[in-house]
Each structure stands twice: as C-alpha cells, then as structure tokens.
C-alpha cells in the first residue's frame, strides 16, 4: 500500500510540475506577444505620426487609452490634442478631446515619471485645459507646467521641442504687461515670474 501512495504521489507530482512548466512557457510566450504588440503599436503610431495622419493616428491609440505603458499613453495624449487642433473638429469634440488629452498624460506619468515625452505633453495638456478653465487657473497652472517642462529637459536634454516650449513659458511672463502682473498679484501670493533673459 505505501509503495502504491508512493508510486502515486510521485505521479502526481511529476505531473503538476508539469503543468506548472507548461504555464511558466505559455505565460512567458504571452508576456513577449503582448511586448511584442506594443512596440508594433508604436511603431505604427509613430509611422502615422510622422506622415501627418492625425484622424487615423488617433483611432488606433484610443483602442489602448486603458493600457498600462506609458510610451503609449502619451502618444495618446498628444494626438488627442492634435485631433482637437484640426479645423474640421467641432468645438464640443475639440474640448472632451483636450480634457481628455490630459486624462492621457495625467495617467502615462503615474506609469512611468521617468517619461520626458510624458512629462512635455502633460505640460501641454495642461495648458491647453487653462484655455476652457478661466485666467486664475491658468495662472495658477503656470507653474506645473514649467516644472513639468523642466522636469522633461533633465530627463532628455537634447529635446528641442521642450526646450523650445520653456522659452516660450519664460518670454510670455518676461513680456506680461504690468496690468496683467498686477490681477496676477492679487490672486496669488507668487505669482509665475521671468525675464528676457532667461
């Protein structure tokens, strides 16, 4: 009887390590075919991108806005934008699609804060959203945007684009007229400063 329990038991055991072998390959082949989708999604996007297909661009990414990837949330982000900058879309879509630019961004950043592409865009985002939330918020918001710009250049230094973008953030409060300075003022205790020379 114990060399039956035994013999049993050994076949048993043989055959859940088996099937145990048999899973760690089927879910290691799943892991590198879901990778593998990944980056073919962005390699399209980015093929889609560069030829200017904004319209079909964003119907791709859409079908991965609850993906876990950062590289693919902040392409998200940035072509909902660009979707919300063509002429053809109307200005109820034009908002949900800014609002939801930065939902993107927002989300892409919780993934990875180790994303440049991901901080840039959700500056951008943001600013964008100030257009739709009134002046104080604007304001207010100024100052994310440029750390998230920063943020973005210590990340990638050679980023022209968000170098470019830090300039821009520095010259409109380095030309902002004193008016504009002092509503500003009155509403926050520090408010967003620069120069020219910055």
């Given amino acids: ?26 879910s290691g082949l799943a892991e590198v075919h879901a990778s593998f989708k ?7 996007a980015d093929y889609l991108y560069g030829s200017g297909e904004t319209e079909k661009l964003y119907r791709l990414l859409v079908q991965h806005k609850n993906s876990d990837d950062a590289e693919l949330l902040w392409r998200l982000a940035r072509s909902s934008r660009d979707l919300a900058q063509l002429g053809s879309t109307s200005a109820e879509e034009k908002k949900q699609l800014t609002y939801d630019s930065l939902e993107y961004a927002k989300k892409a950043l919780e993934k990875n804060e180790s994303n440049s592409a991901a901080h840039k865009w959700y500056g951008i985002c943001l600013s964008d959203v100030g257009d739709y939330e009134g002046i104080k918020t604007k304001i207010g918001n100024a100052i994310i945007i440029k750390d998230h710009f920063q943020r973005a250049i210590e990340l990638n230094p050679k980023d022209a684009t968000t170098i470019h973008l830090i300039g821009i953030w520095c010259y ?5 007229p004193w008016y504009q300075r002092k509503i500003a003022a009155t509403l926050f ?3 967003p400063t620069s120069t020219f020379q910055e």
């Fill in 172 to 176: 409109s409060f380095a030309e902002m």
């Fill in 1 to 26: 009887v114990n060399r039956k329990s035994l013999q049993r038991g050994v076949v048993l055991s043989t055959g859940s390590f088996l099937v145990y072998e048999a899973h760690k390959v089927i």
């Fill in 189 to 191: 205790a520090t408010p």
């Fill in 38 to 44: 990944v980056e073919d999604v962005i390699e399209q």
